[in-house]
């Protein structure tokens, strides 16, 4: 499954919580653009009420991946060198180690990810977006569909970052350190972390054409007490988002 969001009906999903607030964190999401006419935003992350100041994945209309800080007036890019594709399932993670250390990653592509090493903090961040910016007059909506939505509090290394792009869900990452899980099963309801959202809009939940892992992996989670027992077995499946 995935939440679907219409630019032109100006929909999206709003928590005034943030799952993290300052690095280090990792974002992870898959998205299927129904086109890139416009800049979009499938995530962004702001202190509530003065969304100017940012953390946000922009998705561009030359279809490159941008990780944009905005803080005190200015910007921090990082851009990918590669490009992503309409109407398909892509990937795209941005890993911020440090206040100096700004990354994004474009379909698993290391070789073409974006950089930036010029320090760049935004301070009272408390709430986060899905499918738009929610600055002073709301922009950059996402046309298509998001699932697979992860947010961690660490910085998740090359290997963790390769297996996400590969097809492997966020819940089989690190599962201590994931503080928000949307897989798409909801517009409104997510795992690990019981946040509110405020619609913007009728985000609805597609069945189709959604991401397949392209290794025949999946990996089977058991509580254990207050830990997880992780083990591994191979089948032929889609996504749990499906």
């Given at each position: 499954?995935?939440?679907?969001?219409t630019?032109?009906?100006?929909?999206g999903?709003?928590?005034?919580?943030?799952?993290v607030?300052?690095a280090?964190f990792?974002?992870?999401?898959?998205?299927y653009?129904?086109?890139?006419?416009?800049?979009?935003a499938?995530?962004t992350m702001?202190?509530?009420?003065h969304?100017?100041d940012?953390y946000?994945?922009k998705l561009?209309?030359?279809?490159?991946a941008?990780?944009h800080?905005?803080?005190?007036?200015?910007?921090?890019?990082s851009t990918?060198?590669n490009t992503?594709s309409?109407?398909?399932w892509n990937?795209v993670?941005?890993?911020e180690t440090?206040?100096d250390?700004?990354?994004?990653?474009?379909?698993g592509?290391t070789?073409?990810?974006?950089?930036?090493?010029?320090s760049k903090?935004v301070?009272?961040?408390?709430?986060?977006a899905?499918?738009?910016?929610?600055?002073s007059?709301?922009d950059?909506?996402?046309?298509?569909?998001?699932?697979?939505?992860g947010?961690?509090?660490?910085a998740?290394?090359?290997?963790?970052?390769?297996a996400?792009?590969?097809?492997?869900?966020c819940?089989?990452?690190?599962?201590?350190?994931?503080?928000?899980?949307?897989?798409?099963?909801s517009?409104?309801?997510?795992l690990i972390q019981?946040y509110?959202?405020?619609?913007?809009?009728?985000?609805s939940?597609?069945?189709?054409?959604?991401p397949?892992?392209r290794?025949?992996?999946?990996r089977?989670?058991?509580?254990?007490?207050?830990?997880?027992?992780i083990?591994?077995?191979?089948r032929?499946?889609?996504?749990?988002?499906h």
């Amino acid at each position: 499954m995935a939440i679907q969001f219409t630019a032109s009906s100006s929909e999206g999903l709003k928590s005034a919580q943030s799952a993290v607030t300052a690095a280090p964190f990792t974002w992870s999401l898959w998205f299927y653009p129904d086109s890139s006419s416009g800049n979009m935003a499938p995530l962004t992350m702001m202190p509530d009420g003065h969304a100017n100041d940012r953390y946000q994945i922009k998705l561009k209309t030359n279809n490159e991946a941008e990780y944009h800080i905005r803080s005190s007036g200015s910007n921090e890019n990082s851009t990918t060198s590669n490009t992503f594709s309409d109407t398909a399932w892509n990937h795209v993670a941005v890993i911020e180690t440090a206040a100096d250390d700004h990354k994004i990653i474009l379909n698993g592509d290391t070789g073409d990810q974006g950089t930036n090493t010029d320090s760049k903090t935004v301070s009272g961040v408390d709430s986060f977006a899905l499918g738009y910016r929610p600055k002073s007059s709301p922009d950059q909506y996402f046309d298509g569909r998001l699932a697979e939505v992860g947010i961690w509090n660490v910085a998740l290394n090359a290997g963790e970052l390769a297996a996400l792009a590969d097809g492997i869900s966020c819940y089989q990452i690190r599962p201590s350190s994931l503080k928000l899980y949307t897989p798409g099963v909801s517009s409104t309801q997510e795992l690990i972390q019981p946040y509110s959202w405020t619609v913007a809009g009728s985000p609805s939940i597609g069945f189709t054409d959604t991401p397949i892992y392209r290794r025949p992996r999946v990996r089977n989670i058991l509580p254990a007490g207050s830990d997880m027992i992780i083990s591994d077995f191979y089948r032929d499946l889609s996504l749990s988002i499906h």
